[in-house]
C-alpha cells in the first residue's frame, strides 16, 4: 500500500513499502512529485495524475523495479546502464570507446558515490583533475637502468609471464629499452618490488588531455545520469548544471591528403600490374568516393549493372574485442545511391568474372559470400585489409603518401574542380549536412575562386567583344 504527502510547496511526496529488512524494519521507497509537473492541470486533473503516480510506483516497488538512487553508486548505475541500454542499442564502435572511458578514468574516479549524491562540484573535479600533466593513458614508460640490469640477472621468464599476465613479446620489447604503456609497467614494478618512478621514465608526461576529449568524458557522464533521470532513479541531472572545458572549433582540413589529376594517373598507372581485386578497390573509391568500411561492406546484390548504380546500405567494420560485424551507416544520409562511371562498371563485371573462375578453381574450399571484395578463398575480405594493402602499394611505387580515406578526398577534389554543386557532391559522400562538405573541402573550393573570376573575364571578352 502506497501513502501519499503535500508538501506546502506543491509537491506531493509517494512513499511505497517493500515488506522487511533482516532486522525487522519497514522498507520504504519515495518518489516525489514537483509542483511544476502538476501546475496548469485543474482539480480534477490533479487528483487523477497523483493517483495514476502512486499506482505505477506503486507497482514498480511490488515487482522489484524501483531503484533508490540513494542507495545505489554511479558505477553499479552505469553497469546497468551498459547492460540494459549501451550494449543493445549502441553499436560496437560508439560502445568500445565509452567501455575505454568508463573504465580507464571515469568510474575509478566517480564510481564510489552514491548516485543520488553526485554533484556537479564533483563533476568540476574530476575534469580539472582531466586538465593535468599526467592524464593521458597513451604516455610511454621507459625502462630505466635499475629495470634493466634486473632483467638481465637471469629472471625466469616463464615466472614472469605467469605472475604478471604479460606476453613474451612485451617481455622482450622492455628489455630491448623499449617504451610501454602505464598498465603494463606497474605489472612490472608489482613483479619486482619497484616504485614506478624508479623503474620507468614517464615520455611526455607533462602532456595534458585536450579540451575536445574532457569534452567526450562529459557528454557520456551527462547521457549516462539523463537515462537515470529518465528512469525515475534520480531527480536531476547535475551534469547539466557544469560547463566543462571549451573543446576547440573542429577545422575539417584534409590538405596533402588527397591526390590532384596528374597524381590520380600516376596512381593508375602504376595499378596497371596489380592483383585485380586492388584496382578494382581503387578505381571504386575514386570514383565514387566510399568510405572504407563502405567498400568492405558492398554486396554484388547493392549494383544494378543496368543503371550502373551501387546502393550503399551498410558499413563492413572491425572492433576490437568483437570482431568483424555489419552495421548500418553512420547516419540516415549515409544510405545512397551513387552512379558509377562506365569505365568503373566494367572493372566490377571483369571482377565477377574472375571471382567465378577462383570459385571454380577452389571447389568445395571455396566460401560463399555475396560481398563485392572478398579474399582469394571466397571469405568477406578483412575490413582494415584495403588500408594496409594501400599503404604498402605507395611504399613500393615510391608514391605520395595519403591514407585510404585520402581517396575519398580526392574523389571529392576531382569533383569540385569539374564544377560538381555541393549539394550533389554531399549527397555522394554521404554527408549529413552540406556545410560539412563545405567545411571539410573549403580549401579547395577556395582554390577555384580565381578560375570562376577568370571565366568571368572570359564571358564579359566574349559578349562585350560582340558590340
Known sequence: MATIERKKNGSVRITAFAGYSVSGKQIRHNTTITASELAGLTEK??????????????????????????????????????????????APSTLNPYKFRLESRIIPSLGHHKLAKLQPNHLLTFYNSLSEAGARLDTLYMPTELLLTRLAEGVNTKAMEANTGLYRKIISRIK???????????????????????????????????????????????????????????????????????????????????????????????????????????????????????????????????????????????????????????????????????????????????QKIMRLQHGSLWHESNNVFIHEDGKPIFPNRPSIWFSEFLVRKNLPKITFHGLRHTNASLLIAEGIDIVTLSGRLGHADKNMTLKTYSHIIKSKEKQAANRMDQFYSRVLGEK
Not at 576529449?213 to 562529459?218: A, E, N, P, Q, S
Request: a negative charge.
Open 176 to 354: 630491448a629499452g623499449k617504451g610501454v604503456y602505464k598498465e603494463t609497467a606497474l605489472k612490472l614494478c608489482g613483479y619486482f618490488n619497484i616504485p614506478l618512478d624508479n623503474a620507468f621514465t614517464a615520455s611526455g608526461k607533462d602532456e595534458v588531455l585536450s579540451g575536445k576529449t574532457i569534452r567526450h568524458h562529459h557528454t557520456l557522464i551527462s547521457s549516462i545520469l539523463a537515462s537515470a533521470v529518465e528512469w525515475n532513479i534520480i531527480q536531476s541531472n547535475p551534469a547539466e548544471r557544469v560547463e566543462p572545458p571549451e573543446a576547440p572549433k573542429t577545422k575539417f582540413i584534409v590538405k596533402e591528403n588527397y591526390y590532384d589529376d596528374e597524381q590520380v594517373l600516376s596512381l593508375f598507372v602504376a595499378l596497371e600490374n596489380e592483383p585485380i581485386k586492388y584496382k578494382v578497390i581503387i578505381y571504386l573509391t575514386i570514383d565514387t568516393g566510399l568510405r572504407l568500411s563502405e567498400v568492405a561492406g558492398a554486396e554484388w546484390s547493392d549494383i544494378d549493372f543496368k543503371s550502373k548504380q551501387l546502393d550503399i546500405t551498410r558499413q563492413r567494420q572491425y572492433v576490437s574485442g568483437y570482431g568483424t560485424f555489419n552495421a548500418d551507416p553512420k547516419s540516415d544520409s549515409g544510405i545512397r545511391k551513387i552512379t558509377i562511371s562506365d569505365m568503373v562498371v566494367d572493372m566490377l563485371r571483369e571482377y565477377q568474372t574472375y
Open 45 to 90: 486533473q490533479r487528483e487523477k495524475e497523483i493517483d495514476r503516480r502512486k499506482m505505477l510506483f506503486e507497482e514498480r516497488v511490488r515487482n522489484g523495479q524501483y531503484l533508490d538512487g540513494e542507495r545505489i553508486t554511479f558505477a553499479e548505475f552505469v553497469d546497468m546502464w551498459l547492460r540494459d541500454y549501451a550494449e543493445k542499442k549502441l
